[in-house]
């Protein structure tokens, strides 16, 4: 549900072509009476066939229900689906309800061309969503997104190695960043290069950094997009992945770089071959089929030693509406429909991700696995803070951007000071350049 690496989106091509947005108002108004005439709305999403067919089937019930307004569904894989949208979008031809992604909720809104659906309360019910949860897609006081699904990082422990190895399960209310090394490198040591305690993180996403600096009181960016990320916990998050490695905690560079590169199925975690790995917790479904292991989701180290806790809910994708549509309240209440009616739900599931709405959640947990009901456990129980800021416009190479600084720095090109330093410098600059 959560993508590690991210996939080749054509930044340069969304850029260009939404950049000709201009801030504009939709056809009809958002909050106005929905209308008994015949409507069409036009609704994308990316997504492999399963997705597809849940969400044909919840499209013909939600038919049924309206059967003056005809939905008709659009979809694509992640990479043709950004291109594709960026087109439509720049020849006024977009969709009126979308798919959207954290990373470029902001480029899109900030270019005018997503509604405020703050303006269609009266056909979109929010009442059951967490504050937190909607705060993931709000800027400036304005909800461009709808969180559907919520996820939330954590350690993936792999409670077969720990028993094969004699460790015991680590308390994880209490556990630090340094515990974490520690017991990883029992688990090394008595693997004897079977297995390593710790799959090396910095990889696949920047979430790891983030929830360091979070920890600390810090943040990647602040409000105004400014990358705010002090020098020295970027340096330390290195310094950090580069002593697992060195010491034989962590696989060795070239090993570790070419199982983040295959995927999921190829990871440490996902061949038994690490007792433990920062995953977000929807994942846990996928690792366990894959591993067939016993795997446990674990509280991050160091959230009782830190400022704060680092750990947020991060949304899978968010329900948006065009700005542009022309009918705004029949889109609102397609995506209310889509995020509160509960036979709904029972189709989708959490083929999208854990339900962001609380209410939603409680109705579908009876159908789900027991890993789907641990992750679901997991994001009810564990504590939040505030979400950070939505990823600036210009910052969707972020992920990229740490990978290749994180290789860097495993293969010894650079050192965790030096790629500090060009790090927060080349984030700076892509959020500059898309100004």
Request: proline share 4%.
């Amino acid at each position: 549900m959560f993508r590690g690496v991210r996939r080749g989106v054509t930044w340069a091509v969304l850029l260009s072509l939404t950049a000709s947005l201009a801030a504009c108002g939709s056809g009809s108004d958002a909050g106005g009476d929905l209308t008994s005439e015949k409507v069409t709305l036009r609704f994308t999403w990316w997504g492999a066939d399963d997705r597809h067919k849940r969400t044909q089937q919840v499209i013909e019930m939600f038919q049924r229900k309206h059967p003056n307004i005809t939905v008709k569904g659009e979809f694509k894989e992640w990479n043709g689906y950004w291109d594709s949208l960026a087109t439509t979008m720049a020849a006024n031809d977009a969709p009126d309800v979308m798919q959207m992604d954290e990373l470029y909720i902001a480029s899109y809104a900030e270019r005018g061309a997503l509604l405020d659906l703050n303006e269609a309360r009266k056909h979109l019910d929010t009442a059951n969503f967490d504050q937190k949860a909607l705060a993931t897609g709000a800027i400036a006081g304005k909800q461009y997104g709808l969180p559907v699904g919520l996820g939330m990082y954590s350690i993936m422990a792999n409670l077969d190695l720990l028993a094969k190895y004699q460790i015991p399960v680590p308390d994880d209310t209490k556990w630090s960043w340094d515990d974490l090394k520690r017991i990883g490198d029992q688990v090394s040591k008595a693997a004897g290069g079977a297995a390593f305690g710790v799959q090396s993180p910095g990889i696949n996403d920047a979430a790891g950094l983030s929830i360091r600096a979070r920890q600390q009181g810090k943040a990647m960016f602040d409000a105004d997009a400014k990358v705010v990320l002090p020098k020295e916990i970027a340096r330390d998050y290195w310094q950090y992945i580069l002593d697992l490695s060195k010491t034989g905690v962590a696989a060795a560079p070239s090993v570790t770089i070419e199982k983040a590169s295959a995927g999921l199925n190829q990871s440490a975690t996902a061949t038994g071959t690490a007792a433990f790995g920062l995953w977000w917790n929807t994942q846990l479904t996928a690792l366990t089929a894959a591993s067939g292991a016993k795997l446990k989701l674990m509280r991050l180290p160091g959230e009782t030693q830190g400022a704060a806790p680092g750990a947020y809910y991060k949304p899978s994708m968010f329900w948006s509406v065009s700005a542009r549509s022309e009918h705004p309240a029949e889109a609102a209440a397609f995506v209310s429909f889509l995020a509160n009616d509960e036979e709904a739900a029972k189709i989708l599931l959490t083929e999208r991700g854990v339900p962001a709405n609380q209410k939603i959640r409680e109705a579908i947990a009876g159908q789900l696995k027991d890993t789907d009901k641990a992750a679901k456990e997991y994001l009810d129980t564990v504590p939040v803070s505030d979400p950070p800021r939505i990823t600036p416009n210009g910052a969707s190479t972020l992920d990229t951007i740490l990978k290749r600084h994180t290789e860097d720095v495993l293969f010894g090109r650079t050192t965790p000071d030096a790629a500090a330093d060009s790090f927060i410098k080349e984030v700076q600059s892509e959020v500059d350049a898309a100004k």
